[in-house]
């Protein structure tokens, strides 16, 4: 079923365009946003065969953040630039998708990881995150994060190891917890409401959507020439066009097959839980919580028993990795508590609708007890816990793909893993650059297919190290 808007096909048509996008997910849809209103370019198509935002777009945990790791500062410039986009787009729109910049707080009990968080927010102002602020006593002038204002906040990094700073600034946390990092330019916003005003500015200037699945296109002579949709009620439209955006998410790769190209992309299953937090152990103010270290799910002596007697059950007294994370959602009077943990991301083929573990909401809310105690007061009677998700869509090293294809006029903007909705902006004003022909920032090379030719590049890839995925 299409949107309001959304143009169905029901016979055989032709139609000229000076570019035709596929796929009006976050990345096709600031694309669409990037060449119509930022650079004025005229005949821009988009095609979905599902409604905007309906795939993966609206699955989202909705963070951004500038705190990413090398090699290379690619990463970093880019979220900054995407970052600097966001913020112009929600003062002109009176914060229409409610960005806020609460943080990303990290969060260890273990000693060792002391020094590593120091290292890793030097590394970060290194790579131009912003400045490190050690807060070592009491006196320590750390400033909180306010609850919904953007606007003349730091940058950079807080690094807390003084203890009477943590309880008094987030008395919610493990009495364990023996240091904070608090990276500053980061936290989160409506997806669905910046998607949606993207694609209306994108429509007042002339983008038009269709609804349709991209079925084939002609690439003659080695270039993109013709594009065939089909719609639903099994219609077909013909697009003439020098240009096509390849923006299909987890499909990217079987679209990528249309111009005959193969793209390195892989898909990981990824939930996300939501529960009413009706005892209020999370405060609505919280910033966004990463517990870094491993853990070992809490178990009654009874279920210990029981589950060490389960072949089937018995991994859930081994221990799991570490990064489960959650924050508070939504405004005014809403208990919700979004919770996230990837601890299982074998690769797999993407498949709709989405199957999950019926234990995931159980598993990832015992294990953020270990973060937040106030938690346990749950885990003998379970709230009723909501599972859904999508699939990141990745390459190897977890950068994404924006940039020309081998097939004169082909372009890609994919690969968008788990921080699509936070990169697309600056991943599709990076695409605009580079089909518009405007010269083009120095982190270009790192997101272009090309990268992969290039034998150093490779080299690098064998020894990468943190991708970065939370
Ligand atoms: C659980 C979870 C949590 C996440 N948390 C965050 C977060 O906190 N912050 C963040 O920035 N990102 C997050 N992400 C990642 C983010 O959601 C994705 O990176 C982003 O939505 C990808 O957008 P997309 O436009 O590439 O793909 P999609 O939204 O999947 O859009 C692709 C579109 O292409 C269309 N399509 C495909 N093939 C065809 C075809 N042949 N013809 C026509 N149409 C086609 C599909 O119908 C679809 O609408 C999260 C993702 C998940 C799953």
Redesign the pocket.
């Known amino acids: 079923m299409g949107a309001p808007g959304q143009r169905p096909l029901a016979t055989m048509s032709r139609a000229t365009a000076e570019v035709v996008v ?9 694309t669409a946003y990037h060449l119509t209103v930022r650079r004025g370019m005229s005949g821009v198509v988009l ?19 500038n705190w990413w790791p090398g090699p290379g500062d690619a990463m970093v410039a880019l979220m900054n630039r995407s970052i600097d986009l966001l913020e112009d787009l929600a003062r002109e729109s009176d914060n229409v998708f409610r960005l806020n910049r609460r943080g990303y707080l990290f969060v260890t009990a273990d000693p060792e990881r002391v020094p590593q968080f120091v290292r890793a927010a030097e590394e970060a102002a290194a790579l131009g995150a912003g400045p490190v602020r050690h807060h070592q006593t009491p006196a320590s002038d750390y400033q909180p994060a306010p609850a919904d204002a953007f606007e003349g906040q730091p940058t950079g990094s807080d690094v807390i190891t003084d203890p009477s700073l943590i309880r008094r600034h987030f008395p919610y946390l493990a009495d364990e917890t023996i240091a904070l990092l608090h990276a500053r330019r980061c936290g ?1 916003f409506s ?1 669905q409401q910046l998607g949606m005003y993207l694609l209306e500015r994108a429509r007042e200037k002339g983008a038009r959507l269709i609804e ?4 084939a296109i002609d690439t003659t002579g080695g270039r993109v020439r013709e594009v065939t ?1 089909r719609g639903a009620a099994g219609g077909t439209m013909t697009l003439s066009t020098p240009r096509f955006v390849d ?6 790769a ?2 990528g097959r ?1 111009l005959g190209v193969e793209l390195p992309v892989f898909c990981e ?4 839980v939501a529960l009413n937090d009706t005892l209020g152990v999370v405060p609505r103010h919280a910033p966004m919580m990463i517990w870094t270290d491993p853990l070992r799910l809490p178990w009654s002596d009874e279920e210990h028993a029981e589950l060490a007697r389960s072949d089937a059950h018995r991994y859930l007294l081994e221990p799991f990795p570490a990064g489960v994370h959650g924050r508070p959602e939504g405004g005014g009077d809403s208990p919700v508590v979004l919770l ?1 943990w990837t601890y299982d991301t074998e690769p797999v083929e993407a498949v709709f609708p989405i199957q999950f573990d019926p234990a995931h909401g159980e598993i990832v809310l015992r294990a953020m007890s270990r973060m937040l105690p106030g938690l346990s007061a749950y885990l003998t009677r379970l709230p009723r816990c909501f599972v ?6 990745k390459t190897r090293e977890n950068r ?1 793909l924006a940039g020309p294809l081998p097939v004169e006029g082909a372009y890609v ?12 902006n600056g991943a599709a004003d990076l695409l605009a650059d580079h089909i518009t022909g405007r010269s083009l920032p120095h982190y270009a090379p790192a997101f272009q297919l090309e990268r992969y030719a290039d034998p150093a590049y490779v080299a690098l890839l064998g020894r990468w190290g943190n991708s970065g995925q ?1």
Do not use: N
Request: net charge neutral.
């Open positions: 596929c796929g009006a997910g976050i990345a096709g849809i600031a095609v979905d065969e599902r409604p905007p935002l309906s795939l993966t777009s609206d699955k989202s945990t909705e963070c951004y953040r989160w997806g349709g699945r991209v079925e949709v923006a299909a998410g987890p499909f990217v079987q679209v249309l299953r990824h939930a996300k996230i859904d998700g999508g699939y990141y869509t994404f903007i994919g690969g968008l893993s788990g921080y699509g909705l936070m990169a697309s939370l």
